[in-house]
């Protein structure tokens, strides 16, 4: 059978600022849950490495920048000393296989519970309006507002965060402004409640996130700097009336820092192989924005060829499908069949099930029909 030469979008070159990537084949942030005690793990090593390709982008699972920024059992962490020293090795084993690594910070805000905040203190938001307890599973706890002039130490846990991913040895980091945690609670008016210079108008309600993006810009150097923004999803209750508008007016706003990439959630759900698509179009927000864009949410093979061909985006971030095949660039290029993710062992704390235990191609693999 003759192979055709044509290329496939998804596995062409591409210039991320300073970087040179290979392919457009971008793993997305995917929280794990084992980092026990928030510090990375050994087994970690082998979980990124195992997905990391020459010329290939990888974006860690959230990492809390500080003691309150945990709302899940065995997330890690990057805001001390020893928690930098354990993702050292995870890093040096991705750039051993030419990998390019962004670290995802975050702060979950109120998507937290008593348990998980230093003293069994309440979590903190932009509100003291809580996530319906039992949402995701979770016990969330009400939270207690943040006053004004405590929102600059908050900024300040980013800049640090992300001083230590560069002493960990990333490449960058990306900031977390999506799915219903601390700054997208702050960003939409579903949740943000405030009357002070932080809520009410939509710049009001971005001048948190873009704080958080200006300080870690000036601190680590803006091509080294990304963010993930979900505008149009509902998670953890966090809506907003008009997405389309915050994520344009999102957009436009990180050209102002000069920011490597932008990385945004498709407004869709996906149930199991069912999608449901709506109106809206991250189009507008491609557009607005200057750098590289990242897209996500659902994407398989073909749409996310066709996405690139049709410069919809530059990159495509694979999640659930980059779990199940950690050599999913390889499968795409032979157009291999992909192995199926078992979505009960995305959550637990197993160093191997569901980890580091789905299987590679065989190096005999060919392309079959």
């Known amino acids: 059978m003759a192979v055709s030469t044509c290329p496939i979008p998804l ?99 109120r998507a937290s519970s008593y348990a998980f905040q230093p003293n069994g203190q309440a979590p903190i938001s932009c509100t003291d309006k809580g996530v319906t307890p039992g949402l995701d599973g979770m016990d969330w706890s009400p939270p207690r507002r943040l006053r004004t002039d405590e929102i600059a130490g908050i900024v300040n846990d980013f800049r640090l965060a992300a001083r230590n991913a560069i002493e ?83 957009a436009n706003a990180l050209n102002r820092f000069g920011i490597l990439h932008l990385h945004a959630i498709e407004p869709r759900m996906v149930r199991m192989n069912d999608r449901l698509e709506t109106p809206h179009s991250l189009l507008p927000m491609r557009k607005a924005f200057k750098g590289t864009f990242i897209a996500a949410g659902g994407y398989n093979k ?6 690139v061909a049709e410069n919809y985006t530059d990159l495509v971030a694979f999640g659930r499908l980059f779990l199940a095949n950690p050599d999913l660039p390889r499968r795409f290029a032979l157009d291999a069949p992909l ?21 590679f191609l065989e190096d005999n693999t060919t392309n079959s029909d």
């Not at 001390?80 to 962004?102: D, L, M, R, S």
Request: aromatic letters at 12%.
């Open 168 to 250: 960990a040895g990333f490449d960058g980091v990306e900031i977390h402004g999506a799915n219903g945690y601390l700054l997208d609670q702050f960003m939409k008016d579903q949740v943000n409640d405030r009357t002070d210079d932080y809520g009410g108008s939509l710049e009001n309600r971005c001048r948190f996130p873009l704080e958080v993006v200006e300080a870690v810009a000036n601190e680590i150097g803006p091509d080294r700097v990304g963010m993930r923004l979900s505008p149009f999803a509902g998670y953890m209750e966090a809506v907003d009336s008009n997405p389309e508008a915050l994520g344009v007016y999102m």
């Open 11 to 109: 596995l062409t070159p591409y210039k991320m600022g300073n970087f040179n990537l290979s392919h457009r084949v971008v793993l997305a942030p995917l929280t794990r849950n084992r980092s026990y005690g928030n510090i990375p793990q050994p087994h970690a090593i082998l979980y990124y490495s195992q997905r990391a390709s020459d010329g290939g982008l990888l974006i860690t699972e959230a990492t809390g920048v500080s003691d309150t920024a945990q709302g899940y059992p065995e997330t890690p962490g990057i805001w001390t000393k020893k928690q930098v020293e354990a993702w050292k090795p995870v890093v040096e084993a991705v750039h051993q296989k030419g990998g390019v690594f962004f670290c995802q910070i975050w702060h979950v805000g």
């Open 339 to 359: 192995n199926r993710y078992n979505r009960a062992t995305f959550y637990i704390p197993d160093p191997v099930i569901g980890y580091t235990d789905y299987p």
């Open 302 to 307: 073909e749409d996310g060829n066709k996405a």
